[in-house]
């Protein structure tokens, strides 16, 4: 198998709820109902509560339980120098990764959606869990202002496809909507 590892567009600013009939088209078939599912259930859990930690840890709940073959879903957040560990499921995670290092240093600093299929291939790669096989990091935006990351990684090698890219974009754009002005941007 060839290894891959890309940068897949640009997350927007602003996107509104995916409804029932959005378009999130995806390799696997089942991937759309279940991204949409998981949108409802993500926006029916953080609509009524302004903390910040409590809805970045019930959104990452209910993502490593909501989607299969995850070993680790969460945030890091931006900081001044880099991301620092934030609300996550799975094993103890690194506390603190430099912007431009690893998966989700890269993706920070492009503001862009990354997708690795082997993560030991990936130049940088910060390893917090050897168990980790491929990885999909989407950062938080707000207007111009990153505020974070939602890393998933997985112990499957090529777990993550544009499918999965384009449903946890729409995710974070939920997650970013409900996180309000808690945070700067």
């Known amino acids: 198998m060839k290894n891959r590892f890309y940068v897949v567009g640009t997350v927007p600013a602003a996107v509104d709820h995916p409804s029932r ?14 991204y949409v599912d998981l949108a409802t259930e993500i926006d029916a859990l953080l ?25 680790w879903a969460g945030f890091y957040l931006a900081g001044a120098s880099g991301l620092v560990l934030g609300p996550f499921q799975g094993r103890p995670a690194c ?4 912007f431009g290092r690893g998966v989700c240093g890269a993706a920070a600093e492009r503001r862009q959606s990354v997708i690795v299929d082997d993560v030991h291939a990936f130049p940088g790669h910060v390893a917090c869990d050897t168990n980790s096989r491929s990885e999909l990091v989407v950062p938080l935006i707000r ?7 939602l890393d998933l990684d997985s112990p499957l090698l090529a777990r993550f496809d ?3 890219q384009a449903g946890c974009e729409a995710l974070a754009s939920i997650i970013v909507h409900h996180l309000g002005s808690a945070l700067p941007g």
Do not use: K, Y
């Open 47 to 71: 609509a009524n509560e302004t903390d910040v930690t409590a809805n970045l840890a019930n959104a990452a709940a209910a993502i490593f339980h909501g989607l299969s073959d995850l070993n």
């Open 21 to 34: 009939d959005s378009d999130c088209s995806t390799d696997h078939a089942h991937n759309s109902g279940l």
């Open 143 to 149: 207007g111009e202002t990153l505020i974070g990351v």
């Open 95 to 98: 506390v603190r990764i430099p």
């Open 162 to 164: 544009a499918g999965d």
